[in-house]
């Protein structure tokens, strides 16, 4: 039994109604039973992904204090060291998570702390794996301070087919746990990562995660 996640409930609703609608008028319009039945099998099977899209698998965080997790589930797609011009003003480590449509599409906090920022940046709606999406993209930031003073920067980023980002943890000054429900994006997109120089990648690019599983990095 697939569990659907809340972000879902409306969107399968209405793409169901809408399915059922239009099968319906095929069904009144089109008297040739083949043609009927494979316009029903393929909006099925659109409804399947749409419902697989939307799945909400059960998560349990196992690692050392130190180690950030996986924030979602996809490919990495950059480790590099940038300058962080929003908060820190400094240059960090940079490690990018791209999630196609065929991911899991929940976020999860990295590392337990305090979020002590978090503001939403309208924005462009460029191919998410493209080094531009960080700064240019519809995107939230949020600052997560760890009981030993270290400053983590997670970015939700929207992708090209992504119109819409979820963000349930937006309280700042409020205590945050590794592996707690983030947000939501729906429909492709990216989620950047800035750690302290001093990190230890535990990645490496093209390498498959799993949200709340995969350690990224050691602090």
Known sequence: MIKIHKAGYGIIT??????LLFNTIIALLITKPVMVWSIFIISFLILLLVIRFFRYPSRHVNAPETTV????????CAIEQV???????????QISIFMSVWNVHINWIPISGKL???????GKYLVAHK??????NERTT?????????????RQIAGFVARRIETYTQETNSPVEKGQELGFIKFGSRV?????????PLVRLGQKTKGCITPIAKL
């Open 192 to 200: 950047d990562i800035l750690l302290p120089l001093s990190a230890e």
């Open 116 to 122: 002590t920022y978090f503001r939403y940046h309208q």
């Open 14 to 19: 209405g793409i169901a109604i809408f399915l």
């Open 83 to 93: 300058f962080e011009d929003e908060i820190l003003m400094q240059d960090c480590l």
């Open 142 to 154: 949020l600052l997560i301070e760890t009981p030993k003073g270290e400053k983590i920067v997670v």
């Open 69 to 76: 997790v996986a924030p979602a589930d996809g490919t990495i």
């Open 131 to 136: 080094p531009k999406s960080s700064t240019d």
